[in-house]
């Protein structure tokens, strides 16, 4: 996980926004969602209202969708639309 953030913040340098948005959306990105173990990891990795907008096309397991949209509603409502 620690390889990644440096990784997203050379993304965003070089690619913008549209860049790091695209980064987040492959394997890498929904690494996170999948594997941080702790709070402080996932408020170190993750931007809210992003991760909202792409959460319909993170390729995750279905469990880990489930398990992220029981806990936060909004995830829900955002992949059902």
């Not at 209202?49 to 489930?66: C, Y």
Request: glycine fraction near 6%; aromatic fraction near 6%.
């Amino acid at each position: 996980m620690d390889d990644f953030l440096p990784v997203f913040q050379q993304t965003l340098r070089k690619n913008g926004v549209k860049g790091a948005v695209a980064l987040c959306k492959d394997e890498k990105g929904a690494r996170i969602v999948r594997e941080a173990v702790r709070v402080d990891e996932l408020r170190s990795y993750l931007h809210g209202p992003t991760l909202v907008r792409i959460w319909p096309e993170l390729n995750l397991p279905r469990g880990v969708r489930a398990a992220w949209e029981a806990r936060h509603p909004r995830l829900r409502r955002v992949a059902v639309s």
